[in-house]
């Protein structure tokens, strides 16, 4: 499983970004691909996560309402619109991939960096 994360970059406090992950190596029906966040000094945290197949999604308390995670199956891309951003939404913003039946995650792709000014 190879996933590419883009998107990333420089923002004022209050706009938007979306981030993209494309995901190849092999079929995803029976995947969770999720959205994960480091900021500097902190340890990796959830945001949110989509389950290929059915298309439901969970957040984090902290971006839910702001943030929304969504799948193109044909592209086999996940992408994560973020909306209100704050300053401490900062942070490297990783995709990952895991079978549904697994807890953790397997695979991980590059970060990409987010920083919103204030």
């Known amino acids: 499983v190879q996933l590419q994360a883009s998107g990333g970059g420089l923002v004022q406090a209050g706009g938007s970004l979306r981030l993209s992950c494309a995901a190849s190596?092999?079929?995803?029906?029976?995947?969770?691909l999720g959205w994960f966040r480091q900021a500097p000094g902190k340890e990796r945290e959830f945001v949110a996560s989509i389950n290929w197949s059915a298309g439901v999604a969970y957040y984090a308390d902290s971006v839910k309402g702001r943030f929304t995670i969504s799948r193109t199956k044909a592209a086999n891309t996940v992408y994560l619109q973020m909306n209100s951003l704050k300053p401490e939404d900062t942070a490297v913003y990783y995709c990952?991939?895991?079978?549904?039946?697994?807890?953790?995650?397997?695979?991980w792709g590059q970060g990409t960096l987010v920083t919103v000014s204030s």
């Open positions: 990952a991939a895991k079978p549904r039946a697994i807890a953790t995650y397997d695979f």
């Open positions: 190596g092999r079929t995803f029906s029976s995947y969770v």
